[in-house]
């Protein structure tokens, strides 16, 4: 089998990857407006068109064929911990990790105006968390009893809690009409995580929602079933470049910031080791991390950007004033397609992608605080990210940037931040060809062959 | 850091200066270094404390340490004369040295300083305020904390080497002593340590000696005596073998068992390849409560040991007898008198026992430390060799020990056989007296409680410290685990919101912390509001240790004990009365 095949169903594109698996190197690439809103096997019909031209119809028909599908913009998720530094953050990681979006998220006994909002969010999952093993069952309970008998939330709840209240959790869920699934306590212990069953319990009922999407049906006679959901496919390719393989060396600490219209993501791997002099507060931190900034994208949530960002900074990038800057926005919320075409508009792009990286990188690191003992001992909570060693842009307002460089830059800690868990330095890369959901997708079968691909598709910055 | 495979990149992350690169540094600093004279150096015509010592060991005179921790210079100065005059001219007894406590801002560089909050203890600000340290008395001075070992070790070393101080520690601090993160790289912190062990190098020929102590460091942390000397071998190495200064090694604090500090003084001299003179051996604090005449046996007990430990085997550790308020405050000057007198007949009474040691049976002791010791210290450098550790560079070598850890030192190269059922994997060849003190008085307090197996089953509590010392937790813990407790500890330096997010999560309705750095007070306000915001109903705090608070205007910490019980706080600090006062509030 000399090909092998990659298509991502994602919400914008439908995209494929043609890797030439005796060369290990991608031989051809090509992406259609995606059509997972209506049929999502016409895209991939188009797609196989063209690769069929370049590879010809029986290498189409041996080569081998690996997708997966953000499920048009991923799985909308609310988690419901007890605390916000232990069992809510490690349910955040978990929902995050196995690639859904959080939509809300609440802490301690869920209040009426909460289950109003979850009503209201109409969320696709609902995770139930909180309670070390042997340790509170009675909140659970209550926060149990409390959706259970919430009329009109209709989702799934995965319950990952403390093991001692599961059966009754369980029970109460189901005699009131809620589908409940069991998955193991992410923190079982004092300083202990345990998120993958959750991540495999929520990754399930993502592959099930893209399984009944129109066209998928079709999809799956031509190439098979969606393998995973396109976030956990491109974490699974940042995890591939930061290990390596026996014969290539990975670049151990890496970041990948990803851009879109409506959300940023970014992703690191970094030993989750704490710092000299600092006390670690809060859920451990997994190594390969995910977050998505719901309110950070350059289209469709332009105005929550601007709204997080610091507008000093975005009439300086810009050199626009408020008014003119105000049709940029109103530009881009009309039409989500759109594309800059005046000097103007490339400025308020390139400043919007810079505002977008600082926000969203320092949401998802690690922070240092003034400890409590003499002032000896700081605590830190959150992700220690200032040994990554590269740092790279990938969608839209990055790759078409004039200057991607200085966008990737707002990823570092300038020297004001003493307490930002940011890099100093970094090389900064560039994917042009979205090559990180190929590698992941490929890594399950040829980890040399996809470490390959990566290395000589990233783009470096000098 | 992985559990299953160890990884270089795990335990060194980043490139490091090689072992030339260092030294070349260190050549660098000395330029401008010359050794001052103190008064004592002065009074017995000598240039430096090692060349003192090594008279004195000749001569079979025991010597003698004092540790100072106030925080002014004044009151320091002040204390210097007046120990002084009562001990030497008064009374006519010797007192060779004095351990000066310096503040932690002492270990941040000069312009860092003001990013950081400064402690209470002594500050210098510039040379002049250094040099007036050794001419106040003739008595040497020895600066063992945030010296060698913090982010300042270079310059602090320049400084004290011109003020006439020619031993200083302490390497062991670097393992252990974390200073408020950012300010510095793990990696900047070696080099600049490593510079200064270099520095001191330079100039061991006249008298540098580079002081350790065991029991600050991992030391404390090891479960098995031998694997503790291996890790001896280790510093020694490190300092001696690769940056070519000499080292003292201490101990003491953890050392219980009088017999067993000889016999650890013997495999100490055993590996003392330069006939280093040593330090100081520190008396033992962990049998020191607040029960002040049991201190004053153990430091009976102890001084004797030690006293006897100097005549039969003359290594220049000068012995250190601790005032027996120590573990309630500060102590005072007529305090640290006081225990010098006492040691001072001690001493008398000491010729009368060293003829009667057996000798023999503590020699076969020590072989046996000595010999796993060797071990040891052979395992952990074939291992990181392994992994691609250059084990010439002792950059990479301080960064990787001190990622490791001593527990995982321990299991992975430790010099016991290997039994799954032992903790950390292996029967120690000689168990330490941390360990041995925390199971013997588990057994104690266990056996006075009647009933106490299954009494608290089913209930949660959670256990912490405000600062680093657990060793009360560690009992505390052990004890209500074997009631049945469901203990979820938090370990050391905890603040009250970590605790407040775990009774939420475990739903305990015990908490008990263990306290000793002078914020009892602030510590339980900030508990007991958060607990009440939470409405967490029904949950009892228990406080144990120094129950103190530092007032600003005082030289000492405030005892607090009144202030908590008023706020509904329980103040104990007898771990065998806990099962009780658990069992009457459930």
Redesign the interface.
């Known amino acids: 089998m000399k090909y092998t095949i990659l298509i991502d169903f994602g919400s914008t594109f439908t995209k494929s990857t043609v890797v030439d698996m005796e060369e290990q190197r991608v031989c051809y690439t090509f992406r259609t407006p995606s059509t997972v809103g209506t049929d999502a096997s016409l895209g991939l019909v188009t797609c196989l068109d063209q690769i069929r031209q370049v590879i010809g119809e029986k290498a189409l028909l041996e080569a081998r064929k690996l997708a997966s599908s953000s499920a048009a913009g991923g799985l909308r998720m609310v988690v419901v911990g007890?605390?916000?530094?232990?069992?809510l953050m490690a349910g955040k990681n978990a929902a995050y990790g196995a690639g859904a979006k959080i939509i809300a998220s609440f802490s301690?006994i869920v209040t009426d105006a909460a289950l109003e909002q979850i009503r209201s969010l109409d969320p696709e999952i609902i995770l139930l968390c909180?309670?070390?093993e042997?340790?509170?069952?009675?909140?659970i309970l209550e926060n149990a009893k409390r959706l259970a008998h919430a009329g009109g939330i209709k989702a799934p709840i995965v319950y990952a809690g403390n093991s001692q209240a599961a059966e009754a959790v369980h029970f109460l869920l189901y005699q009131n009409g809620k589908t409940c699934i069991l998955a193991d306590n992410i923190?079982p212990?004092?300083n202990t995580l345990n998120i993958a069953s959750t991540v495999e319990a929520v990754r399930d009922i993502f592959m099930k929602r893209i399984t009944h999407m129109k066209g998928f049906d079709t999809v799956k006679q031509y190439i098979g079933p969606i393998v995973m959901p396109t976030p956990a496919a491109v974490l699974k390719g940042v995890r591939l470049l930061a290990e390596g393989t026996p014969t290539q060396p990975g670049w151990?600490?890496i970041m990948l910031v990803d851009m879109g219209g409506a959300t940023t993501d970014v992703h690191s791997y970094a030993?989750t080791?704490t710092?000299?002099?600092?006390?670690l507060?809060g859920a451990p931190e997994p190594r390969a991390k995910r977050t998505v900034e719901g309110d950070i994208g350059a289209r469709e949530s332009v105005n929550s950007l601007l709204e997080a960002a610091d507008m000093r900074r975005i009439r300086k990038y810009s050199g626009l004033a408020d008014e003119e800057i105000r049709l940029c926005q109103d530009k881009r919320l009309e039409d989500h397609a759109f594309v800059p075409d005046t000097e103007k508009e490339k400025l308020f792009e390139q400043a919007i992608a810079m505002e977008a990286v600082r926000v969203s990188v320092r949401r998802h690191a690690g922070q240092?605080y003034d400890?409590?003992?003499?002032?000896?001992?700081?605590?830190?909570k959150g992700k220690d990210l200032m040994?990554i060693k590269a740092i790279i842009g990938t969608g839209g307002p990055i790759i078409n940037s004039i200057d991607p460089r200085s966008i990737l830059a707002q990823a570092l800690r300038t020297k004001a931040e003493?307490?930002v868990l940011l890099p100093e330095k970094a090389a900064f890369y560039l994917d042009t060809s979205y090559i990180f959901y190929a590698a992941g997708l490929l890594s399950g079968i040829d980890r040399e062959t996809a470490m390959r691909i990566l290395l000589d598709k990233l783009i470096p910055l000098t | 850091m992985s559990d299953q495979i160890l990884l270089k990149k795990d335990l060194v992350p980043n490139d490091v200066p090689s072992l030339e690169e260092i030294l070349a540094a260190s050549r660098k600093e000395a330029q401008d270094v010359t050794i001052g004279t103190t008064l004592f150096m002065k009074k017995y015509g000598v240039t430096s404390e090692a060349e003192y010592k090594k008279k004195m060991m000749k001569q079979g005179k025991i010597m003698h340490h004092a540790h100072i921790g106030w925080n002014s210079w004044e009151e320091t100065a002040k204390g210097f004369e007046y120990i002084y005059d009562e001990l030497t001219n008064k009374r006519g007894i010797i007192l060779d040295r004095f351990g000066v406590a310096l503040d932690w801002v002492m270990g941040v560089p000069q312009e860092m300083r003001d990013k950081v909050m400064k402690g209470g203890s002594l500050i210098f600000e510039t040379p002049e305020e250094w040099a007036a340290v050794g001419q106040v008395v003739p008595i040497q001075p020895h600066f063992g904390d945030h010296m060698i070992g913090s982010l300042n070790s270079t310059e602090n070393v320049k400084l004290a080497l011109k003020a006439g101080v020619t031993t200083m520690g302490n390497i062991a601090q670097y393992y252990t002593y974390e200073y408020p993160g950012g300010l510095m790289s793990k990696e900047d912190r070696v080099i600049n340590m490593a510079t200064a062990i270099g520095l001191m190098g330079l100039f061991r020929d006249q008298g540098a000696v580079i002081h350790s102590n065991l029991d600050d460091g991992f030391g404390a942390m090891f479960h098995d005596l031998a694997n503790l000397t291996g890790w001896a071998i280790m510093e020694r190495y490190i300092v001696e073998e690769l940056l070519g200064g000499r080292l003292s090694l201490m101990y003491g604090n953890l050392f219980s068992d009088p017999i067993l500090r000889i016999i650890f003084l013997m495999a100490n001299d055993e590996i003392n390849t330069y006939h280093t003179p040593g330090s100081m051996i520190y008396g033992n604090t962990i049998d020191y409560s607040n029960d002040y005449d049991r201190n004053y046996a153990a430091l009976c007990s102890f001084v004797l040991a030690d006293t006897c430990g100097q005549m039969l085997f003359p290594t220049g550790h000068a012995v250190t007898p601790i005032p027996i308020t120590e573990a309630i405050r500060i102590p005072s000057a007529d305090e640290i008198i006081q225990v010098h007198v006492t040691a001072n007949m001690l001493e008398e009474k000491a010729k009368h026992y060293q003829a009667f040691l057996d000798i023999e049976k503590m020699t076969v002791e020590k072989e046996k430390l000595v010999i796993g010791g060797r071990i040891f210290f052979e395992r952990v450098m074939n291992g990181l060799d392994d992994i691609g550790i250059d084990t010439k560079n002792p950059c990479e070598l301080l960064l990787a020990l001190k990622a490791l850890g001593p527990a995982k030192l321990e299991e992975l190269y430790g010099a016991g056989k290997k039994d799954e059922k032992a903790m950390r994997g292996r029967v120690p060849i000689k168990p330490t007296d941390i360990v041995w003190t925390i199971e013997n008085r588990r057994t104690q307090i266990c056996k006075t409680i009647d009933n106490l197996e299954h009494s608290l089953d089913g209930v949660n509590g959670i256990v912490a410290a405000t600062d680093v010392h657990e060793f009360g937790k560690e009992i505390v813990k052990s004890v209500l685990t074997e009631a049945g407790m469901n203990i979820f500890d938090l370990g050391a330096n905890v603040g009250p919101q970590e605790i407040i997010d775990t009774i939420i999560e475990t739903d305990s309705k015990f908490v008990l912390v263990s306290t000793f750095n002078g914020i009892a007070l602030t510590y339980a306000s900030e508990l007991l509001n958060g607990i009440a915001q939470q409405h967490l109903d029904g949950v009892t705090v228990i406080m144990g240790g120094l129950l103190n608070e530092n007032v600003a205007g005082q030289t000492l910490p405030v005892n607090v004990d009144d202030k908590l019980t008023e706020m509904g706080v329980v103040c104990s600090s007898n771990a065998d009365q806990l099962v009780d006062l658990i069992k009457q509030r459930l």
């Not at chain 1, 042997?134 to 909140?139: F, Q, V």
């Not at chain 1, 710092?275 to 006390?279: E, Y």
């Not at chain 1, 400890?371 to 830190?380: A, D, K, L, N, S």
């Open positions: 007890l605390t916000e530094s232990l069992s301690g909180g309670g070390y042997k340790g509170n069952s009675k909140w923190i212990a004092v151990e600490q030993a080791e710092l000299d002099g600092v006390r507060v240092l400890g409590y003992t003499e002032g000896v001992q700081r605590i830190q040994n003493k307490d």
